[in-house]
């Protein structure tokens, strides 16, 4: 996850990307444990783009697995998730990809956006795309619906529990 | 028995003769060194207790389990991931068993021109072998291999490499394939499954979720340590502390860097914390028209040596040896994300892999910030940088010699495709520049280095800190430089030679 400064960088962007919470719904099923509504849908808005080609199912397994996971983060790093989320909602003006908030923008051009994110000449941006990236493939590859995309086995039946 | 500390809500306040601050291959050895004569020894380690029945082969929650910073680590950043385990038996838990002495070459370097003395090649071979022989290292054989390694094997004979079968700490292997998320089936011989019983036996002490926070010092001796004991979600409840005549600080490179230069311990040679070697690594893959199903069996049972050499400034130091990754690591560390990601993917079963790891000589540094967290620097210098072009070369290579019907080196802008030999010279033409290529390193090490010249090392050949008597030193922070071998069997071996001097300060 960006270390240095993205937390920084989300503050620099004021309350407009920090208390602008609404029109967020809350996720159906479980209550999340770390993220608000606001960035469980952009880590959601994330992971549809990323997970483009793989059961579309997977993206809010992964957005759930990864509000979970930064639920069990040290509070530093929570701390930096949540606000690069924040600053992936409210960045598309500042990198040219239009208007409106990341999740308000189409597929396409929010696939766009991310790419600007990947292959961006700002290290802040290239570690929040690193971040975005592992959090929602850590979600997403850990479910047997996206091992059989890759025709992986998983694993064999554990020795001392029996099978899962 | 092994205390989780996450059960002790009173906290913890002992005293004892020496403490051993954590319980991977340097902490344990030390551990079972010191009960073994009868010295009274407390281990403190900040991870949880985890045994086969816990490792679940489930990625993702052993990258949580096993690892620091639940998987998360890396440079400041974040062009390199540094693979660290946490938790009692440390990285020997994850570890993929490979046992491979530090090079004479390395060890002379350190012994003549270092100031480690103590650290010849005669002098730490009977230890080597006493190691060896405890934790039952074998050369494996053309049994073990898989087809990841087999391909491997084809390429560099095709090539006529030097290459050779790797040797393993492992006993009833079921061949699982799933080594790097501990093993159910208990077959490593490690830290916690043959040097941490034998210590409790012994008589010590130790508590898992302990997390050291200051070495305790006084008119210039160590005299113990305190920290947090830590809840089941890592977080700190109670206090410890545990008073000693001796501390040892066996928390990896990094984390024992980390302690010193949080506890304020005095640094006259200014090397604490610097000197950070980590042996970084990036991958080739290649696909092959049979189905090679990489994650199933033994891994790295062999290895290619061609393109290493041990003295310094040589122009051969990367070692290549194969790899493979279950689909998290694999998704994550490949290029690019959506429908041309999942297209690279969907080839996974049919993928054989390969890294490349450079010995180097580009020294990085462990700090910690005000806010008291760890930061790791570290860049590669131009030459290593050229090592590591070498080494994808030559893995693509190997590859295709192999048979590969395509090997991809993964450049994060536009992944290069080489299908015939005569492509290779672009790997050279895009080199390894910073941020291209995704790099993974699982071997600090030299942030506490060892010379009996204080202006030199941290700490004397005899692992003990130059400014402070009692406090001594027992894993891969004393190496002097990088070793371009794995180091798990050279930290239990200097450990080992450690003890002996940690058993009288105690």
């Known amino acids: 996850m960006a270390r240095a400064g993205v937390a920084g960088v989300a503050l620099g962007l004021g309350g407009l990307t920090l208390h602008q919470s609404s029109g967020y719904a809350a996720p159906a099923g479980d209550a999340l444990r770390a993220l608000s509504p606001k960035e469980f849908a952009v880590l959601l808005a994330a992971g549809e783009v990323i997970l483009q080609g793989l059961d579309p199912e997977l993206a809010h397994e992964a957005a759930r697995w990864g509000d979970g996971y930064v639920a069990r983060q040290s509070s530093w790093l929570r701390r930096e998730v949540k606000a690069l989320l924040h600053l992936f909602e409210h960045a598309p003006p500042l990198l040219g990809a239009g208007w409106s908030r990341a999740t308000r923008l189409g597929l396409e051009a929010r696939s766009a956006y991310l790419e600007r994110w990947r292959a961006s000449e700002r290290a802040l941006l290239r570690q929040g795309y690193g971040g975005l990236k592992s959090i929602v493939?850590?979600?997403?590859?850990?479910?047997p619906r996206a091992w059989a995309h890759c025709s992986y086995g998983g694993p064999p039946e554990h020795p001392l529990r029996g099978p899962r | 028995m092994i205390v989780a500390g996450r059960t002790l809500r009173g906290g913890l306040d002992l005293r004892a003769d020496v403490v051993v601050v954590g319980t991977g291959a340097g902490g344990a050895m030390m551990l079972r060194e010191l009960a073994a004569r009868g010295v009274d020894?407390?281990?403190?380690?900040?991870?949880?207790?985890?045994?086969?029945?816990d490792f679940s082969m489930r990625e993702a929650d052993m990258l949580e389990l096993l690892m620091q910073e639940r998987g998360a680590r890396a440079t400041a950043d974040q062009q390199v991931r540094i693979v660290q385990g946490r938790g009692v038996g440390g990285s020997t838990v994850h570890n993929l068993c490979l046992c491979k002495r530090t090079p004479d070459e390395v060890l002379r370097h350190w012994a003549r021109d270092l100031g480690?003395?103590?650290?010849?090649?005669?002098?730490?071979?009977?230890?080597?072998?006493?190691?060896?022989?405890?934790?039952?290292?074998?050369?494996?054989?053309?049994?073990?291999?898989?087809?990841?390694?087999?391909?491997f094997k084809v390429g560099c004979d095709v090539l006529g490499y030097a290459s050779d079968y790797t040797s393993h700490n492992r006993v009833g292997c079921m061949k699982s394939g799933y080594c790097i998320m501990g093993c159910p089936f208990d077959g490593k011989q490690n830290a916690l499954k043959v040097l941490l019983p034998k210590a409790v036996a012994g008589g010590a002490r130790v508590?898992?979720?302990?997390?050291?926070?200051?070495?305790?010092?006084?008119?210039?001796?160590?005299?113990?340590?305190?920290?947090?004991?830590?809840?089941?979600?890592?977080?700190?409840?109670?206090?410890?502390?545990?008073?000693?005549?001796?501390?040892?600080?066996?928390?990896?490179?990094?984390?024992?860097?980390?302690?010193?230069?949080q506890s304020g311990l005095p640094d006259p040679s200014g090397r604490t914390g610097r000197n950070l070697f980590v042996h970084p690594a990036g991958a080739v893959a290649g696909v092959f028209d049979q189905p090679v199903d990489g994650w199933r069996g033994v891994p790295q049972t062999y290895e290619c040596t061609e393109f290493l050499e041990f003295h310094p400034g040589s122009e051969k130091r990367v070692w290549l040896v194969p790899v493979f990754a279950h689909p998290i690591a694999t998704?994550?560390?490949?290029?690019?994300?959506?429908?041309?990601?999942?297209?690279?993917?969907?080839?996974?079963?049919?993928m054989a892999a390969l890294t490349a790891v450079v010995h180097d000589e580009s020294p990085g540094r462990v700090r910690v910030t005000k806010a008291g967290r760890i930061q790791i620097d570290y860049a590669l210098s131009p030459a290593d940088q050229a090592q590591l072009t070498l080494g994808l070369r030559e893995g693509a290579r190997?590859?295709?010699?192999a048979g590969a019907r395509e090997?991809?080196?993964?450049?994060?802008?536009?992944?290069?495709?080489?299908?015939?030999?005569?492509q290779l010279g672009q790997v050279d033409a895009r080199g390894a520049p910073p941020y291209e290529l995704p790099l993974t390193a699982v071997h600090p090490m030299g942030t506490l280095p060892m010379s009996d010249d204080p202006r030199r090392g941290v700490v004397d050949s005899r692992g003990e800190h130059h400014a402070v008597k009692g406090l001594f030193v027992c894993d891969g922070s004393v190496f002097p430089t990088s070793i371009g071998v794995p180091p798990q069997i050279s930290i239990y071996t200097v450990s080992r030679h450690v003890a002996r001097f940690v058993a009288e300060a105690g």
């Open chain 2, 407 to 422: 090997v991809v080196v993964n450049y994060e802008n536009d992944p290069l495709t080489l299908t015939d030999p005569g």
């Open chain 2, 41 to 53: 020894v407390v281990g403190l380690e900040m991870g949880a207790h985890s045994t086969a029945v």
């Open chain 1, 137 to 143: 493939f850590m979600g997403a590859y850990r479910d």
């Open chain 2, 331 to 350: 998704a994550v560390m490949t290029p690019g994300f959506g429908e041309r990601h999942a297209a690279v993917m969907a080839k996974y079963r049919h």
């Open chain 2, 116 to 151: 480690a003395a103590r650290l010849s090649p005669e002098s730490l071979a009977p230890d080597y072998a006493a190691t060896e022989a405890e934790l039952s290292v074998q050369k494996v054989d053309a049994g073990y291999l898989n087809e990841n390694n087999r391909l």
């Open chain 2, 207 to 261: 508590y898992a979720d302990a997390r050291v926070e200051r070495v305790l010092t006084r008119r210039g001796r160590a005299v113990g340590v305190s920290g947090s004991l830590l809840d089941e979600a890592g977080r700190p409840f109670a206090p410890l502390r545990v008073r000693a005549g001796a501390v040892c600080l066996g928390g990896s490179a990094v984390g024992s860097a980390a302690l010193a230069i």
């Open chain 2, 398 to 401: 190997i590859l295709l010699a």
